[in-house]
């Protein structure tokens, strides 16, 4: 688990920014967590709600409790709310999902502007464009017509912090992506070593008359004995 991003204080200033992660999956698929969120905090736990403080400067993350039959019979081990997981994370508190709604209240109260991500969440290596754009056909789809899980959730922080201005901080978070860290450039020079070395394998292997199936195939296997994984190690 990567220690959470050092938020940009100075962009929200007095003001508090609420983003929510991704859902569980249905069945046994992985969980790919959405990758705003990821790089905030690095917490890859469904349901997951992160708020960054720029008054008090603190970060809190709220979890669902602890679930010891999936820990024991499915997963392995999970973050859930306990001081120990947030030294662990490098956040000020990990707090029970339920205890969300007061402080949501209390910044309500305050008439604290809230920054939140508008776009709809990235999975993996889809473009930001691509689920901007089935957010848009749900929408206008006249046998369908939902909101986004975004705007619902905007919904709901509106309706316990009437108050509040809701504001849009993707550009932020952006701008912060785009400056890397010394850990950050070693990664992405690991990975891209890994996907030259796959890339290669493929080439060799290749030949008149084979499936692009078996060519991928070989180019997985080289990622996955560099230690290379298509999503992290978890299907919560």
């Not at 050092?6 to 859902?23: F, L, Y």
């Not at 929408?139 to 922080?157: C, H, I, T, V, Y």
């Not at 070693?186 to 891209?192: C, H, L, N």
């Not at 991928?216 to 080289?222: C, G, H, I, S, T």
Request: neutral net charge; proline residues 8%.
């Amino acid at each position: 688990m990567p220690p959470a991003a050092p938020p940009s204080w100075d962009k929200i200033g007095d003001g508090v920014a609420i983003i929510q992660g991704t859902m569980e999956r249905p069945g046994e698929q992985p969980l790919r967590q959405s990758n705003q969120f990821f790089y905030l905090c690095g917490v890859v736990e469904p349901r997951a709600i992160l708020v960054i403080d720029g008054k008090t400067k603190r970060t809190t993350v709220f979890l669902r409790p602890r679930n010891e039959r999936q820990e024991k019979g499915m997963y392995g081990p999970g973050l859930y709310p306990s001081d120990e997981n947030a030294k662990a994370i490098g956040v000020d508190a990990i707090l029970p999902r339920d205890d969300f709604k007061a402080m949501l209240e209390g910044f309500g109260k305050e008439n604290r502007v809230i920054y939140n991500a508008f776009r709809p969440e990235v999975l993996g290596s889809a473009s930001p464009a691509d689920p901007a754009a089935v957010a848009r056909n749900t929408k206008a789809d006249p046998w369908d017509g939902r909101s986004s899980r975004e705007e619902q959730f905007r919904a709901r922080l509106k309706e316990y912090a009437p108050n509040s201005e809701i504001k849009d901080m993707d550009a932020m978070i952006d701008t912060l992506r785009g400056t890397k860290s010394p850990r950050e450039i070693a990664v992405i020079r690991e990975a891209t070593k890994a996907a030259g070395l796959g890339i290669m394998e493929a080439m060799r292997d290749a030949r008149p008359g084979m499936h692009e199936y078996e060519i991928q195939a070989d180019a997985e296997y080289v990622f996955q004995e560099d230690g290379v994984r298509m999503a992290p190690p978890t299907s919560r």
